[in-house]
């Protein structure tokens, strides 16, 4: 039992009460500090039927016929209670249910009508009380008979077979036109159908990388006739290519059970040639020099990189695209790349209108890290451990002791699977270090330099190896 002690004239609320439980109230006079002696009021009260909540019962879908956007559904209602129906498609992994809000304000079977269904489908439908002050009931998703509560609405009259027609391509020389970014693609009118899916795959340009598919929907005027030409423009495309563009036709009823091919291609714009290294330089551990013949009608130019695949199966990666206005002129230096790695480098040029030209592309690779020299076994000892020492990088043209970026060292072993087991680091000025191997034998160990920034390796040799044996 709670108490609550008011002046007159005072109201109070009770929050967090259970909905379905009937509750009784009393009030008593009280005097000054202490009650008076008259009796307890005789008030009985329960919550009202807008705060109970009743779980709907007899809940089904058996009421009126379906039609093809609607479905009657019918359950037990209590006067004065609010619900909410869900409803989503029948069979969904994961459904996406939509609610619609009913009030009943009276007393017997309410029915509601759920119009804004999809023809031919089954839905599933839910339903739960609702209150004024936002409490709910559980869920009841099933028939007074145990099944799921499940209605499909009817074909929509006139809709097409599931079967469509397949698109026919147009007689010779109705083809469309095509620029440097676009194609017209045309075909003739199925009947039945309300629209359709183009779908073409627009290529990567780098070997190994995978084209991207894409798709887009066109729906005919409502009162083209069948066997009507129809002309659909697809732009955004690169220029001097062919597509193989499909169109599939769609109806109320379904999808058409082939499409139709189209060829089409987008003229050239010529580019940028002979691209190369820059004439008397050499590319370095970390930047190549680029110079190329322009082309005709560029404004400017844009450089992608891509980074070779790093593993079997794996796709090149794109790493860097430089825009004007950064590049003027037709050379370039890229940098901040990696040693002894083969890259491939696009140069694009840009029209004033934005357009991209035909592409030019080459595979450069960096300058090697210069590797260790004179890798020494000092001593190898009891306990399966060895100490090593060795001498600097050679150095070349390229890369002198002046500008030495040799952070550290890495002893490591290569193990049958190609992967690496690292046995330990030095300070660039440190070349001799005390390592222990896995067990007694006979192993080769490599040693390579290492360019690292907080703890970040920007860079690293080739590796040198020497045989050795733990005792």
Same mark, same amino acid.
């Not at 890798?375 to 002046?402: C, E, M």
């Given at each position: 039992?709670?108490?609550?002690?008011?002046?007159?004239?005072?109201?109070? *609320?009770? &929050?967090? @009460? /259970?909905?379905?439980?009937? $509750?009784? #109230? %009393?009030?008593? !006079?009280?005097?000054?500090?202490?009650?008076?002696?008259?009796?307890?009021?005789?008030?009985?009260?329960?919550?009202?039927?807008?705060?109970?909540?009743?779980?709907?019962?007899?809940?089904?879908?058996?009421?009126?016929?379906?039609?093809?956007?609607?479905?009657?559904?019918?359950?037990?209602?209590?006067?004065?209670?609010?619900?909410?129906?869900?409803?989503?498609?029948?069979?969904?992994?994961?459904?996406?249910?939509?609610?619609?809000?009913?009030?009943?304000?009276?007393?017997?079977?309410?029915?509601? *009508?759920? &119009?804004? @269904? /999809?023809?031919?489908?089954? $839905?599933? #439908? %839910?339903?739960? !009380?609702?209150?004024?002050?936002?409490?709910?009931?559980?869920?009841?998703?099933?028939?007074?008979?145990?099944?799921?509560?499940?209605?499909?609405?009817?074909?929509?009259e006139g809709s097409a077979p599931t079967k469509l027609g397949k698109p026919k391509t147009p007689k010779k020389g109705e083809t469309g036109a095509a620029t440097s970014n676009s194609v017209t693609v045309n075909w003739t009118h199925v009947d039945g159908a309300t629209f359709y899916i183009i779908t073409y795959k627009i290529p990567s340009g780098v070997k190994g990388v995978r084209a991207t598919t894409l798709s887009e929907v066109f729906k005919p005027e409502s009162d083209v006739s069948v066997g009507s030409l129809l002309t659909y423009k697809i732009e955004g495309l690169k220029q001097g290519t062919s597509y193989k563009v499909s169109i599939v036709a769609i109806s109320d009823g379904g999808v058409a059970t082939k499409a139709v091919s189209v060829n089409a291609k987008t003229t050239k714009v010529a580019g940028a040639?002979?691209?190369?290294?820059?004439?008397?330089?050499?590319?370095?551990?970390?930047?190549?020099?680029?110079?190329?013949?322009?082309?005709?009608?560029?404004?400017?130019?844009?450089?992608?990189?891509?980074?070779?695949?790093?593993?079997?199966?794996?796709?090149?990666?794109?790493?860097?695209?430089?825009?004007?206005?950064?590049?003027?002129?037709?050379?370039?230096?890229?940098?901040?790349?990696?040693?002894?790695?083969?890259?491939?480098?696009?140069?694009?040029?840009?029209?004033?209108?934005?357009?991209?030209?035909?592409?030019?592309?080459?595979?450069?690779?960096?300058?090697?890290?210069?590797?260790?020299?004179?890798?020494?076994?000092?001593?190898?000892?009891?306990?399966?451990?060895?100490?090593?020492?060795?001498?600097?990088?050679?150095?070349?043209?390229?890369?002198?002791?002046?500008?030495?970026?040799?952070?550290?060292?890495?002893?490591?072993?290569?193990?049958?699977?190609?992967?690496?087991?690292?046995?330990?680091?030095?300070?660039?000025?440190?070349?001799?270090?005390?390592?222990?191997?896995?067990?007694?034998?006979?192993?080769?160990?490599?040693?390579?330099?290492?360019?690292?920034?907080?703890?970040?390796?920007?860079?690293?040799?080739?590796?040198?190896?020497?045989?050795?044996?733990?005792?």
């Open positions: 039992m709670v108490g609550e002690k008011l002046t007159t004239g005072t109201w109070i *609320t009770w &929050d967090e @009460l /259970n909905p379905s439980m009937t $509750y009784y #109230f %009393r009030v008593i !006079a009280t005097g000054s500090g202490a009650y008076s002696d008259s009796e307890w009021s005789n008030i009985k009260s329960e919550l009202t039927q807008a705060i109970r909540l009743i779980v709907p019962t007899n809940f089904d879908a058996l009421g009126a016929s379906p039609t093809a956007t609607s479905v009657d559904l019918t359950w037990d209602a209590v006067a004065g209670q609010s619900y909410e129906i869900q409803y989503s498609l029948a069979g969904a992994k994961s459904p996406d249910w939509k609610s619609k809000i009913v009030h009943c304000d009276h007393n017997g079977n309410v029915t509601a *009508t759920l &119009d804004t @269904l /999809n023809a031919n489908t089954k $839905y599933n #439908f %839910r339903i739960r !009380a609702m209150n004024e002050v936002g409490m709910v009931s559980d869920w009841v998703s099933q028939a007074t008979d145990g099944a799921i509560v499940s209605a499909t609405t009817k074909k929509a040639t002979k691209l190369a290294v820059e004439k008397g330089a050499k590319p370095s551990i970390s930047a190549v020099k680029l110079q190329w013949k322009a082309a005709p009608a560029a404004a400017g130019y844009m450089i992608e990189v891509w980074e070779p695949a790093k593993a079997k199966g794996a796709e090149p990666k794109l790493i860097r695209v430089i825009e004007p206005p950064e590049i003027t002129g037709t050379k370039y230096e890229v940098t901040g790349l990696m040693a002894q790695t083969k890259y491939t480098f696009r140069v694009v040029g840009i029209t004033s209108d934005g357009i991209e030209t035909n592409v030019v592309s080459k595979v450069i690779s960096t300058a090697k890290y210069p590797a260790v020299t004179h890798i020494q076994l000092v001593a190898p000892r009891t306990d399966a451990s060895i100490t090593l020492t060795w001498g600097l990088p050679k150095y070349n043209s390229t890369f002198t002791a002046a500008i030495d970026p040799v952070t550290h060292y890495e002893v490591y072993l290569v193990n049958k699977d190609k992967t690496e087991t690292s046995l330990g680091f030095t300070e660039g000025t440190d070349r001799n270090i005390m390592v222990t191997l896995p067990s007694t034998g006979k192993y080769t160990v490599y040693i390579r330099a290492i360019e690292m920034v907080d703890g970040v390796i920007l860079n690293k040799s080739l590796g040198a190896k020497i045989a050795v044996k733990a005792v």
